[in-house]
């Protein structure tokens, strides 16, 4: 058996970065969200996100299937998932138990206004703030063990954070993970048209602006207090 590297991230937090960071590896396969079709037939089947039929048809809705499909690669690939909370909604997590898990997480302010301009109007819940916390409660519980990584320092610093994530997962990090190439990457889903604009447009991590040059309209304030009370408290887990 290899090795499954999980990133447990919210949207719109530099994970889509992270997962081209690693697809720069030959020795590494990388999977895109993929519970995403779990999520849209079975968690919260009401929503309207972009795509939607796209994706339901792209991959499989059945949590085991895909678990098995997952538990099939490891043994024979090492593998970083690109894995976002809320897909699973607060499912038990026995299931990653040896994966090494990383749960990546991003000031809400920066967060809401990236996800506001493709879903106008965001819930706590499509946020993943609460249920990272939960996540990283129940990872506590079970003693599981998991790294905590912020989007403002890998932005600020992605080789040390980088390095950091690698000793962590006990792999040797390389200096391939720094850079890529402008455009998407065969293992883009098929969302990819909605979601990474960005990354396709960019060749490396990017410093982001000033958490003060952003601006939210009132009607987020709510959101924004409840986004930050677990953001803050996953960082005192």
Known sequence: M???ICLWASPRNISTAMMYSFAQRKEIKVVDEPFYAYYLNNVNPNTLHP???EILNSQSSNFNEVLQELNELNNKELIFIKNMTHHLNGLKVGFAKNWNNIILTRSPKRSIAS???VIKKPSLQDLGYKLQYELAKEFRRNKIDFSLLEAEELLSSPEKQLKKVCDFSQIKFSSQMLKW?????DQ???WAKYWYSSVHNSEGFKI???EE????SEEFNLLLKDANFYYEA???I
């Not at 190439?181 to 990457?185: A, D, Q, V």
């Not at 040059?213 to 939210?216: P, W």
């Open 181 to 185: 190439s402008k455009g998407g990457i």
């Open 2 to 4: 290899s090795k499954i």
């Open 234 to 236: 996953l960082k005192n």
């Open 51 to 53: 795509g939607k039929k």
């Open 213 to 216: 040059e952003i601006k939210l």
């Open 208 to 210: 982001a602006c000033d």
């Open 115 to 117: 996800f506001s301009k």
């Open 188 to 190: 883009d889903g098929v």
